[in-house]
């Protein structure tokens, strides 16, 4: 039982150091990135348990550093793209109670289309029987 504590323990200490390493220096709260380093290794259990408490910070995921002039060219080309289909909710500048009655009166605009379509049917019918 010693054996898999010790394992785990020296597995935290590794998986702490490395992400404290190849994390950005914009990402690392409260001191230094080295500071960190050196916390971790000259207090393995309880520097790694404060480095993911409160020493890094936690949000969207990075490009890994070895794949950042990948990722770069993928931003690249997808800027240069146009935007496929606009949200037509943001180019909209009136009020939703001016867009109800807009909606009130073109539905209002339907009705009577529909009922001088139906005037126009009964009163041909009328004319040809």
Excluded: C, N
Aim: avoid cysteine; proline fraction near 9%; hydrophobic fraction near 45%.
């Amino acid at each position: 039982m010693p054996v898999i504590v010790s394992l785990l323990m020296v597995a935290l200490l590794i998986f702490a150091l490395v992400d404290a390493i190849m994390r950005p220096d914009e990402d690392v709260r409260f001191l230094p990135k080295i500071a960190w380093v050196i916390i971790i290794i000259l207090m393995p259990l309880l520097g790694s348990v404060l480095w993911f408490t409160i020493g890094r910070v936690y949000g969207p995921p990075r490009p890994a550093p070895w794949r950042e002039h990948t990722d770069r060219a993928a931003v690249r080309t997808t800027q240069a793209a146009p935007p496929s289909v606009a949200d037509p909710r943001a180019a909209d500048p009136r009020s939703t109670e001016q867009q109800i009655a807009d909606l009130d009166r073109e539905i209002e605009e339907w009705r009577l289309r529909a009922e001088v379509e139906k005037r126009r049917q009964q009163g041909g019918s009328a004319d040809g029987g």
